[in-house]
Nanobody
């Protein structure tokens, strides 16, 4: 059973940066597709960034060039570096992992993932 624990959320001003971490236990991130999702009240949880077992990243258009997803295999930890934050990025951010092998595919839909962290709040003030 994979367990995911996020950290690194907080409050920043527009234009600022945050780095989210997702520490995994009970499994290795090296053989797992993983992703970051976010959700605001009344909206569906949306995929923000994902990375497959080959290390290939994928991003939604609104964060391209600002966010970077990465894996630290030694620490078994997933990261999301978020730069140039805007109020539209404010949400609860969730880390996700999948027990399904997707090969070269980097899934961005929530149904592709079956392990979730508890979420970390990101607040961006204008």
């Amino acid at each position: 059973q994979v367990q995911l624990v996020e950290s690194g959320g907080g409050s920043v001003q527009a234009g600022g940066s945050l780095r989210l971490s997702c520490a995994a236990s009970g499994g290795t991130i090296a053989t797992t597709a993983m992703g970051w999702f976010r959700q605001t009240p009344g909206k569906e949880r949306e995929g923000v960034a994902a990375i497959n077992t080959d290390g290939l990243p994928r991003y939604i258009d609104s964060v391209k060039g600002r966010f970077t997803i990465s894996k630290d295999y030694a620490k078994n930890t997933l990261y999301l570096q978020m730069n140039s934050l805007s109020p539209e990025d404010a949400a609860i951010y969730y880390c996700a992992a999948s027990s399904i092998y997707y090969g070269s595919i980097t899934p961005m839909t929530k149904n592709a993932y079956n392990y979730w962290g508890q979420g970390t709040q990101v607040t961006v003030s204008s």
